[in-house]
């Protein structure tokens, strides 16, 4: 069995970028909130042609959009770079670059962690891999074998994120399925709806095979256009690798 999380629109694939419900031209507040409880300010302008930056100003997150970035897109575009954006910055603090367990053993101890943390140790898998052949699903878990397989398109992603697709397919050895008590072992992970969210966007964006705002990500020159201060500037194209899960299923 599987959950399918569906997108922001209905069948998103018929909707070009843009075409949402647009976004009020300067600054407004999101409705996200940097993980330090911080405001983050959606900047839209239309000298922005193309590409997203994110950079810190005065205390809050500040994401520079174009004009055409509709409410819809900004669903998915506003956490993923805030989360993008306090990941660089952590990475600077320690002086290192991501932090995504890289092996299979690393994976294997975040989930022995997160089942004690989580599921009183109940739910312990004998193998726990990162795969390159599943594209169509985030995780996925063989129940009588125990074994959990994480597509390495996680890699990455949040450790929030990642923590919450160890955890659904780590339930799935305690209930093989997507019933009440199933969902009831997830309950007490703090960051579920967030990184339930943050998958939907993800799925949305790769659903729709956002491409509109590639070329130059930083056209304008502008230092009112996503300038930062302390050269902190994180700049991304609306574009995710090829091959993404469509439909961002877990199993």
Same mark, same amino acid.
């Given at each position: 069995m599987?959950e399918?999380?569906?997108?922001?629109?209905?069948d998103?694939?018929?909707?070009?970028?843009?075409?949402?419900?647009?976004g009020?031209?300067?600054?407004?507040?999101?409705v996200?909130r940097?993980?330090?409880?911080?405001?983050?300010?959606v900047?839209?302008?239309?000298?922005?042609?193309?590409?997203i930056?994110?950079?810190?100003?005065?205390?809050?997150a500040?994401?520079a959009?174009?004009s055409?970035?509709?409410?819809? @897109?900004?669903?998915? %575009? *506003?956490?993923?770079?805030?989360? #993008?954006l306090?990941?660089? +910055?952590r $990475?600077?603090?320690?002086? /290192?670059?991501?932090?995504?367990?890289?092996?299979?053993?690393?994976?294997?101890?975040?989930c022995?962690?997160?089942?004690?943390?989580?599921?009183?140790?109940?739910a312990?898998? @004998?193998?726990?891999? %990162? *795969?390159?052949?599943?594209?169509? #699903?985030w995780?996925?878990? +063989?129940? $009588?074998?125990?074994?959990i /397989?994480?597509?390495?398109?996680?890699?990455?992603?949040?450790?929030?994120?990642?923590?919450?697709?160890?955890?659904?397919?780590?339930?799935?050895l305690?209930?093989p399925?997507?019933?009440?008590?199933? %969902?009831?072992?997830l309950?007490?992970?703090?960051?579920?709806?967030?990184?339930? $969210?943050?998958?939907?966007?993800?799925?949305f964006a790769?659903?729709?095979?956002?491409?509109?705002?590639g070329?130059?990500?930083?056209?304008?020159?502008?230092?009112?256009?996503?300038?930062d201060?302390?050269?902190?500037?994180l700049?991304?194209?609306?574009?995710?690798?090829?091959?993404?899960?469509?439909?961002?299923q877990?199993f």
């Open positions: 599987s399918k999380f569906a997108p922001a629109h209905q998103p694939r018929r909707t070009p970028i843009g075409r949402g419900t647009p009020p031209l300067g600054d407004s507040l999101s996200h940097a993980s330090n409880g911080a405001a983050v300010v900047r839209r302008t239309r000298r922005r042609k193309s590409g930056a994110a950079f810190w100003e005065k205390g809050r500040v994401i959009v174009p055409r970035l509709s409410l819809e @897109d900004e669903q998915y %575009w *506003v956490p993923h770079m805030v989360s #993008r306090e990941g660089d +910055t $990475a600077k603090a320690a002086g /290192r670059r991501g932090r995504t367990p890289a092996g299979d053993d690393a994976l294997m101890r975040r022995l962690d997160l089942s004690a943390r989580y599921l009183g140790s109940r312990v898998p @004998d193998s726990v891999r %990162w *795969v390159t052949n599943q594209n169509g #699903r995780g996925s878990c +063989t129940h $009588a074998r125990k074994t /397989r994480i597509s390495h398109h996680v890699k990455g992603m949040p450790e929030w994120v990642l923590d919450y697709v160890l955890l659904h397919e780590l339930a799935h305690i209930h399925n997507h019933s009440p008590q199933f %969902w009831a072992e309950g007490g992970y703090p960051e579920q709806d967030r990184a339930k $969210a943050f998958l939907e966007g993800a799925s790769s659903a729709r095979n956002i491409q509109g705002m070329a130059d990500l930083d056209d304008d020159g502008g230092p009112d256009e996503g300038g201060d302390d050269g902190g500037e700049t991304h194209a609306a574009q995710e690798p090829a091959g993404w899960p469509p439909a961002g877990l």
